[in-house]
T-cell receptor
Framework: ETGVTQSPTHLIKTRGQQVTLRCSSQSGHNTVSWYQQALGQGPQFIFQYYREEENGRGNFPPRFSGLQFPNYSSELNVNALELDDSALYLC?????????????FGNGTRLTVT | DQQVKQNSPSLSVQEGRISILNCDYTNSMFDYFLWYKKYPAEGPTFLISISSIKDKNEDGRFTVFLNKSAKHLSLHIVPSQPGDSAVYFCAASARAGGTSYGKLTFGQGTILTVHP
C-alpha cells in the first residue's frame, strides 16, 4: 500500500511569487485535504477535494486554490505569497463514504517565504 | 476561536508509567475524534479514534476516553516508552451528514517526553 507522498519537501520563495505544491494520495483513497501548520500550532484546514471538486473550505483567502486530478492526486496553488504563508503544508487523503476512515498525512512541504 | 484545545504544551513521564494527554472541545457538532502523533520532519500519524456513540476505545497500549457532557477527551498510554516521545495532536470533526470527511479541527499539540 503506497502512502501519501508530497513534493517538493522544501521550497524557498520570495514575497509576491506563486507556488504549486503536489500530493499523491494513498491508493484506494478518493478524498484529498490540505492543511497549513504554522510553527508551534496544530494543522489548519485549507480545503478538501472530492471527485475533482472543492468540497469544503477553511478560513483561507481565494489566493489559496487547488486541483484534484482523475487519479486523485492533487495540487495546492498559492498566489501572491506573503511572509505569513511560511509554514509546513500537509496533504492528507481518506476514503469519503467509508465510516470513520481516518486521514492519512504525507510528510509535508516546508515553504519559506522571504 | 479555538474549538479544540490542548491546554498542556508539554508532558514529561518516566518510562513504564502512564501518560495522560488531555483535550477539550467547544463545538457540540463534533462527533468523531482522533489522536495523531507527530515526529519532527514527518507528517502526523494516526493513532486512535473514537466516535461520539462510544465513551472508550482501546488499541494496545493506547486508550481514548470521551466525556461528551464535559466535552473532554483524553489519551492514555500505558506503559509509556521512550519511542512514544513526540508531539500529540487531538483532532475533531463533524461527520454527520457525510460531508467534509477531510475537515479536521486540531488542537495546538502536546509535546510528550518519555524518559528512560
Amino acid at each position: 500500500e503506497t502512502g501519501v507522498t508530497q513534493s517538493p519537501t522544501h521550497l524557498i520563495k520570495t514575497r509576491g511569487q506563486q507556488v504549486t505544491l503536489r500530493c499523491s494520495s494513498q491508493s484506494g483513497h478518493n478524498t484529498v485535504s490540505w492543511y497549513q501548520q504554522a510553527l508551534g500550532q496544530g494543522p489548519q484546514f485549507i480545503f478538501q477535494y472530492y471527485r475533482e471538486e472543492e468540497n469544503g473550505r477553511g478560513n483561507f483567502p481565494p489566493r489559496f486554490s487547488g486541483l484534484q486530478f482523475p487519479n486523485y492526486s492533487s495540487e495546492l496553488n498559492v498566489n501572491a505569497l506573503e511572509l505569513d504563508d511560511s509554514a509546513l503544508y500537509l496533504c492528507a487523503s481518506s476514503s469519503q463514504g467509508v465510516n470513520n476512515s481516518p486521514l492519512h498525512f504525507g510528510n509535508g512541504t516546508r515553504l519559506t517565504v522571504t | 476561536d479555538q474549538q479544540v484545545k490542548q491546554n498542556s504544551p508539554s508532558l514529561s513521564v518516566q518510562e513504564g508509567r502512564i501518560s495522560i494527554l488531555n483535550c477539550d472541545y467547544t463545538n457540540s457538532m463534533f462527533d468523531y475524534f482522533l489522536w495523531y502523533k507527530k515526529y519532527p520532519a514527518e507528517g502526523p500519524t494516526f493513532l486512535i479514534s473514537i466516535s461520539s456513540i462510544k465513551d472508550k476505545n482501546e488499541d494496545g497500549r493506547f486508550t481514548v476516553f470521551l466525556n461528551k457532557s464535559a466535552k473532554h477527551l483524553s489519551l492514555h498510554i500505558v506503559p509509556s516508552q521512550p519511542g512514544d516521545s513526540a508531539v500529540y495532536f487531538c483532532a475533531a470533526s463533524a461527520r454527520a451528514g457525510g460531508t467534509s470527511y477531510g475537515k479536521l479541527t486540531f488542537g495546538q499539540g502536546t509535546i510528550l517526553t518519555v524518559h528512560p
